[in-house]
C-alpha cells in the first residue's frame, strides 16, 4: 500500500511538476484528499470497532469512530464472550450521536459493537497510518486527484498572469477527460463492489443511517 509521499510522486508526475513549481504540495495534497472522498463514496471502507461507555444512557458518542453510514449495532458486547447469535439492537444515528432504541439502557463500563462504512484512509494524509485503499485502486486516486488539481488550477488562474506558459484554458481542457476517465472509474468500482454484496450474507439492521456525509473539504 502506498504512503502520502509515494502517491505525490506520482501524482507530480502525472502533472510533470515534480519539482512542484505549478503546484504546492498542499494542493496536491487537496487534490488526493478530495479524490479520496469521491473514491469513498463508490467503495467505503468496511469497519468495526467496539466504543466503551463512560455514562449511563441511551445516548452515545461514536466520534471516535468517524462513521460514514451505520450498518448494525451490537449491544451489550463482551470480547471475552461475545454472545451467538449476536444481540442486534434497533437504534437511530443523529450525528455522531448513537441512540439505542431497544433493549435495557446502556450502563457505564458496557460496550457497543458497531459495523459500519468510513471513508478510507492513507498513511500521512491527515494524521493517519494506514493506507486502506486496495492496491489496485490508487491509480485511480491519481487520476482523480490530477484531473482536480488541474481544474483547480484552471480556475484560479482566470485573470492571472503567470510564468508556466499554461493558460487556464490548456489545464481546463487537460482536466476534463481525467475526470471523465475517473467517474467512469468510480462507476466500475461501485459495480465490483455490488457484485461482491449481492453474494454475501447480510448482517441483521434496525434503524436509521445518517443522511449525509460531510466530505471534510
Not at 469513498?40 to 444512557?57: I, K, M
Not at 471475552?80 to 439492537?89: G, L, T
Request: glycine share 8%.
Amino acid at each position: 500500500m502506498s504512503t502520502l509521499a509515494e502517491l505525490r510522486d506520482l501524482l507530480e508526475t502525472d502533472l510533470d511538476d515534480a519539482g512542484n513549481a505549478t503546484w504546492s504540495t498542499d494542493e496536491i495534497d487537496r487534490g488526493i484528499q478530495r479524490a479520496l472522498n469521491e473514491y469513498s463514496g463508490s467503495n467505503p471502507q468496511e469497519s468495526v470497532d467496539t466504543v466503551e461507555l463512560s455514562s449511563d444512557g441511551r445516548e452515545i458518542d461514536i466520534s471516535s469512530a468517524s462513521v460514514m453510514r451505520l450498518d448494525s449495532v451490537w449491544f451489550p458486547y463482551d470480547a471475552s464472550d461475545p454472545a451467538h447469535p449476536p444481540n442486534w439492537v434497533r437504534w437511530s444515528l443523529w450525528g455522531d450521536t448513537l441512540y439505542i432504541i431497544s433493549g435495557d439502557e446502556p450502563a457505564s463500563g458496557e460496550v457497543v459493537r458497531l459495523f459500519y462504512q468510513a471513508l478510507h484512509t492513507i498513511d500521512g494524509l491527515n494524521g493517519e497510518s494506514s493506507t486502506t485503499v486496495p492496491a489496485g485502486d490508487e491509480e485511480i486516486l491519481v487520476l482523480g486527484a490530477g484531473a482536480h488539481c488541474a481544474l483547480q488550477k484552471g480556475r484560479s488562474a482566470i485573470g492571472e498572469a503567470g510564468v508556466s506558459g499554461e493558460t487556464p484554458e490548456h489545464w481546463l481542457r487537460w482536466a476534463a477527460p481525467r475526470m471523465d476517465a475517473f467517474n467512469e472509474a468510480l462507476r466500475r468500482v461501485r459495480q465490483r463492489e455490488l457484485l461482491k454484496l449481492d453474494k454475501r450474507v447480510p448482517l441483521f439492521r434496525e434503524g436509521w443511517e445518517r443522511d449525509s456525509v460531510d466530505d471534510g473539504i
